[in-house]
């Protein structure tokens, strides 16, 4: 039997693009109509918010906790969190938690390793831009890595929070983002970072100038394949 899945969920377009990629891709390898036992928690984003706003990282800690404990109820085996941002509170959450995780960064980091890629760029919320989630997995494999500048962050993030969480795309915010992606690959990046579990909704690697490390769904198929048993 496949392991159950528990999905620390954070804001939901995200969450539903990674329950979906788990459930429909699940049955090239185990058949018509089956996957694994799934199960999902989230807060109130606004609470998640409030704490990254307050630089509250015990708060995104405790919040992704309460989550890990009401899953590991449900029967979980292990945990995926598809939000990028939530994972700067990782360090303080895997030792608590009653279950193990798979870390969203980590899996990106070994997929770009396993790809060849050398310099990424990344894109996320201005939380994430700014902070260690990224950088410190590329270090261990021996990738490096360039933010977007200040302006960009902040612009970038908006669109995420004002729009994508949403479910709002438009030709506006691929023309931005395609802009931000040339950018980043006039300072030496080979590959882009959609550190952002909504930044698939509107980017992929028919419409990025540069490839894109789809972080989403990563972490769907690098659950999947733990659930199942299969090594990548």
């Not at 939901?12 to 693009?17: C, I, Q, S, T």
């Not at 899953?71 to 193990?100: E, K, M, Y």
């Not at 270090?139 to 890595?145: D, I, M, P, S, T």
Request: charged share 20%.
């Amino acid at each position: 039997m496949p392991q159950h899945i528990g999905i620390v969920a954070c804001s939901a377009e995200g969450a539903a693009l990674c329950y979906r990629t788990i459930c429909t891709e699940a049955s090239a390898a185990l058949g018509l109509h089956r996957h694994p036992e799934v199960s999902m928690h989230t807060p109130s984003l606004h609470r998640y918010v409030e704490c990254l706003d307050a630089g509250d990282l015990e708060g995104v800690a405790g919040l992704m906790l309460a989550s890990a404990r009401k899953l590991a109820d449900s029967g979980a085996d292990f945990l995926i969190c598809p939000d990028n941002t939530i994972h700067q509170a990782f360090a303080r959450v895997a030792p608590r938690s009653p279950r193990p995780w798979l870390h969203i960064a980590q899996v990106v980091a070994q997929e770009a390793a396993a790809r060849g890629f050398r310099r990424l760029g990344l894109l996320g919320t201005h939380w994430l831009v700014a902070s260690e989630v990224y950088p410190e997995q590329l270090a261990a494999q021996g990738l490096g890595y360039v933010r977007p500048s200040d302006e960009e962050r902040d612009e970038v993030g908006r669109l995420i929070m004002e729009e994508l969480v949403y479910g709002l795309r438009s030709s506006r915010q691929l023309q931005y983002l395609q802009g931000v992606i040339e950018r980043l690959r006039s300072r030496g990046c080979d590959a882009v970072v959609l550190g952002c579990t909504e930044l698939p909704l509107v980017l992929d690697d028919a419409t990025s100038p540069l490839p894109t490390l789809d972080s989403t769904r990563l972490l769907a198929r690098a659950a999947l394949r733990r659930a199942i048993g299969v090594t990548p």
